[in-house]
């Protein structure tokens, strides 16, 4: 789903293809999957409308609607009804017509045989045309029934292109027109939200479990900056003193178990803070504060780097242990450390990283502790912390590097598997990897957009 803002005119649009909508109350329908939050005023005078987009869904008909597809459907019984009733009286009116001319010709031959036919006969056929003679109002009415049904198919004529007319302008469309409407509509949010990469978490979906495999405690990842075509995943098993790096060619691979390759790390690894980025694994060598960076096809160590004051060998790690003192991640805007000080007295440190020298650019002191700390992970430029690695875990707090502030935070988490030892945002799949007791898990994420309108700055 699409957490969106929409200018007033993409809001128009939405209400003009579902007429249900409100601008100001709260509208959800799970059975037809549009929720429109309320609107607001931003500090700078724009209208905010936040849309929530599902990957696929149409809006339903009310009732007027219903109303004119049973009217149109009389409309239709009508019609047909009377194209039969026309096919019969047509019918029937050849037949009258033919019987008039009959009774012109008799008429005829009786006033020139008028004085040659015997009494008798003359008296036969007087009576017969007596006994014809009603057909002569039949065939009258015949007539009118015939201007009568054709003024009526005009007026059902008339009527079905008035109703055509209001379904039109109410939007009432057929199934597949109004599908098609609605999925090009989505098609242009998704590849605004796309456009836009940034937002702000209001949301953690449901765990999606990937696999079970390995320890209690590891890691496993795909490459945040590789291509999507490159669907490759990395696993590391265990928390301290491992050296190898299982490299599977899909994640359909990775599943199975199989088509993977194997690397041998020259130094060990601490904890379970790892992260692959640009091809290159991170990672934080084994009782120390330094930072390695090792590259995967030329199977060596391009640089590693000290961490200035950064602890170490479980002396900052997060509340679950597990020598996670040191924590790299990677967002939109690139690398990252999460750490502690002894200057800082336990807290979190956000350190923005160059990822040719590891070198660091940046250092943010969030004031939170990080012992009680669950986890963290980074999106857009925003530090999110978990206030534990266990059941009952929630996205707590949040700090923002681009104004140096925080807030704290209730967005639910479910730990499904009760023991998270590693946690980690991936941008190009806009997914958070964790490593939940041994279970390989995947989350989605609801970012929330501003889209701005045309002309703003």
Sequence with gaps: MW??????????????????????????????????????????????????????????????????????????NVSQSMEVLELRTYRDLQYVRSM??????????????????STKSFQELKDRMTELL????????????????????????????????????????????????VMALEARLHACAQKLGCGKLTGVSNPITIRAMGSRFGSWMTDTMAPSTDSRVWYMDGYYKGRRVLEFRTLGDFIKGQNFIQHLLPQP??????????GSLFYNKYQSNVVVKYHFRSRSVMVQRSLPGAGYNNTFP????????MDFMVDESGLWAVYTTNQNAGNIVVSRLDPHTLEVVRSWD??????????????????????????????YFAYFTNTSS?????????????HISMLDYNPRERALYTWNNGHQVLYNVTLFHVISTAGDP
């Design 406 to 418: 925080y807030e704290y935070t209730d967005v639910p988490f479910h730990n499904q598997y009760s």
């Design 100 to 117: 008039e001319t009959l009774m012109r010709s008799l008429d005829a031959r009786l006033r020139v045989a008028d004085g040659s036919v």
């Design 269 to 278: 690894w601490a904890g379970t803070g790892h992260v692959v980025y640009n």
């Design 366 to 395: 969030t004031g939170y502790p990080k012992r009680s700390a669950g986890e963290a992970f980074m999106i857009c430029g925003v530090l999110y912390v978990t206030n534990s690695h266990l059941a009952g875990a929630k996205v």
């Design 3 to 76: 957490p969106l803002t929409v200018p007033p005119l993409s809001l128009l649009l939405l209400l003009l293809l579902c007429p249900g909508l409100s601008g100001q109350t709260l509208f959800q329908s799970p059975e037809e999957g549009w929720q429109l939050y309320t609107s607001a005023q931003a500090p700078d005078g724009k209208c905010i409308c936040t849309a929530v987009i599902p990957a696929q869904s149409t809006c339903a008909r009310d009732g007027r609607s219903r109303e004119l597809r049973q009217l149109m459907e009389k409309v239709q």
């Design 134 to 181: 009603p057909l002569s109002s039949v065939l009258e009415q015949y007539k009118a029934d015939t201007r009568t049904i054709m003024r009526l198919r005009e007026e059902v004529r008339n009527l079905s292109g008035s109703l055509a007319t209001i379904q039109e302008e109410m939007g009432a469309y057929g199934y597949e027109d109004l599908q098609q409407r």
């Design 318 to 325: 997060y509340s679950w242990g597990g020598f996670s003192d």
